[in-house]
C-alpha cells in the first residue's frame, strides 16, 4: 500500500515523533506541513488528562498518522527500532534518561540506522545539575535571564505565554538543528543527535539583548529600555473604549510621522531620543490616545508609516483585511489556525488535516517505514499495538 501523495520541501521524509505535549508536536507538526511524512507514537495506556482537547482542536494529532505501542514489553520496542531502520529522523522530549530505559537511546537507535538524525527535547539539555529536573516554559525563561526583562518597572515579571522558551527556544531550535542535521548528512551520510534545551534556545533568542547589556547601551532592570516599555515611542496605550494601540515608531521618520498624525506638541516631537523628556512626553501620548476609540486610531494611521498597530485579540486577528490577502489564517476542520509558515515558491506546504483514526492510512504510513500489513496485524492481536 503506497503512502498518500504529499507535497513540500521535505516530501519523502519519515520522521518519527514521540507523543509529548508542547515544543515536539509543534515541531513535528510543522516538518509535517512541509511534506515529511510524520507517523506519531503513543504509549499504549497514553493520557492527557490535564489537556482535554476534543479532538477536531486536537493540533498534535493532525496531519499524522498514530499508533500506540507498549513500550513496556520486548516486542513493542523492538517494533520501533525496525520503524527506525527505515526513518530519517526521530523526535523525543522526554526527560534524559527515559528512551535509554525503554532500550530507545541514540546508540541502539543509530547501530540500526548509523544514518538517522535523532532530535531531543529537553528543558535543561542532557546534561548538566538542572538536567533532570521538571520545568515548563517560564521554568527556563527564569533561569536564561529572559524573564527578568518583561514586564513593567515597578511590577513583577509577566508570562509571555508559552512562546518564548517552548516554541521559540523549543520547537524552532529543534526544527533548525534537525534540519541542519539533515544537510550535513547529504555530506557525510551520518546522522547525529540533536541535543536541543529550552533554556538554551530562550538565552539565545535573547544574543542581541546579551549583546546591548555587555556594551552597556541596555539596562538590566525592567520597562528602561527601547524594547522593554521604557521608551514612550515604543509601547501600548489604552484606547477610549478600554483597547489599546500598539506604538513601534522608533526611526525618526517614523516617530515625526506618529507626531505630525497624534498630533504631538513640538515641544516631544523634537525630542525623540531626550530621556529626561520621555515621562512628560508618555503622559502626554497616553492622554491623546484615551481620546478615540481603536479602531478609529487604526484608521488614521492605516496608510502611514507610523508604526501604529490596533491590538488585536487573537479572535479578531484572522479578520484583518491584510491576514485575510495573505491567507495567514486558514480554516483546518471545526477551527481556524495560522496556515503553514514560511512559504515556498516551488513546493508549497500543505496544512494538516484534522486527526482521523484510519487503520488503512496507518497501515499505508506504516509500509512507507518498512512495516508489512500482516506483521502490524500480528502484533495488533498480541496487544502490543494499536492503530
Not at 520522521?15 to 511524512?37: D, K, S
Not at 518564548?164 to 534537525?178: E, K, N, Q, R
Request: charged letters at 20%; aromatic letters at 8%.
Amino acid at each position: 500500500m503506497a503512502e498518500e501523495k504529499r507535497t513540500g520541501p521535505l516530501a519523502g521524509l519519515r520522521i518519527i515523533e514521540m507523543a509529548g505535549l508542547g515544543p515536539v508536536p509543534l515541531a513535528g507538526l510543522m516538518l509535517g506541513e512541509m511534506g515529511a511524512t510524520v507517523l506519531r507514537v503513543e504509549r499504549l495506556s497514553s493520557t492527557r488528562a490535564f489537556l482535554d482537547i476534543p479532538p477536531e482542536f486536537d493540533i498534535d494529532r493532525q496531519g499524522r498518522h498514530t499508533v500506540r505501542l507498549d513500550l513496556k514489553r520486548e516486542e513493542g520496542t523492538d517494533f520501533l527500532l525496525r520503524l527506525c531502520e527505515n526513518a530519517d529522523v526521530l523526535l523525543e522530549g522526554f526527560r534524559p534518561g527515559v528512551m535509554e530505559r525503554f532500550g530507545l537511546g541514540p546508540d541502539a537507535v543509530q547501530a540500526r540506522n548509523p544514518s538517522l538524525v535523532y532530535g531531543r527535547m529537553t528543558g535543561f539539555g542532557q546534561e548538566g545539575p538542572l538536567a533532570h529536573r521538571a520545568g515548563h516554559d517560564l521554568t527556563y525563561l527564569a533561569y536564561s535571564g529572559v524573564l527578568h526583562a518583561i514586564g513593567p518597572k515597578d511590577g513583577k515579571p509577566v508570562p509571555p505565554l508559552n512562546l518564548a522558551a517552548d516554541y521559540g527556544g523549543g520547537t524552532m531550535f529543534l526544527i533548525a538543528g534537525v534540519l541542519a542535521a539533515l544537510l550535513e548528512r547529504g555530506r557525510s551520510g551520518k546522522g547525529q543527535v540533536v541535543d536541543a534545551a529550552m533554556i538554551d534556545g530562550a538565552a539565545m533568542l535573547a544574543a542581541p539583548f546579551f549583546a546591548f547589556l555587555g556594551a552597556g547601551i541596555w539596562r538590566d532592570s525592567r520597562s528602561s529600555n527601547l524594547l522593554d516599555s521604557g521608551c514612550p515611542f515604543y509601547d501600548t496605550y489604552e484606547t477610549a473604549d478600554g483597547r489599546h494601540v500598539a506604538v513601534a515608531c522608533l526611526e525618526p521618520q517614523f516617530f515625526a510621522e506618529f507626531a505630525r498624525l497624534l498630533p504631538l506638541a513640538d515641544e516631544f516631537a523634537a525630542a525623540q531620543y531626550d530621556r529626561k523628556a520621555w515621562p512628560a512626553m508618555r503622559t502626554a501620548i497616553a492622554a491623546r490616545i484615551a481620546e478615540k476609540p481603536r479602531d478609529d486610531w487604526a484608521a488614521l494611521f492605516a496608510d502611514t508609516d507610523a508604526c501604529v498597530a490596533p491590538v488585536l485579540s487573537l479572535a479578531e486577528a484572522p479578520d484583518h483585511p491584510h491576514n485575510q490577502a495573505r491567507q495567514t489564517f486558514a480554516s483546518s476542520g471545526a477551527m481556524t489556525r495560522p496556515a503553514p509558515a514560511p512559504r515556498f515558491s516551488r513546493s508549497p506546504s500543505q496544512m494538516a488535516a484534522p486527526a482521523v483514526a484510519s487503520p488503512q492510512a496507518t497501515s499505508a504510513a506504516l509500509a512507507f517505514f518498512g512495516i508489512e500489513d500482516e506483521e502490524v496485524k500480528a502484533l495488533a492481536s498480541a496487544g502490543i499495538i494499536r492503530h
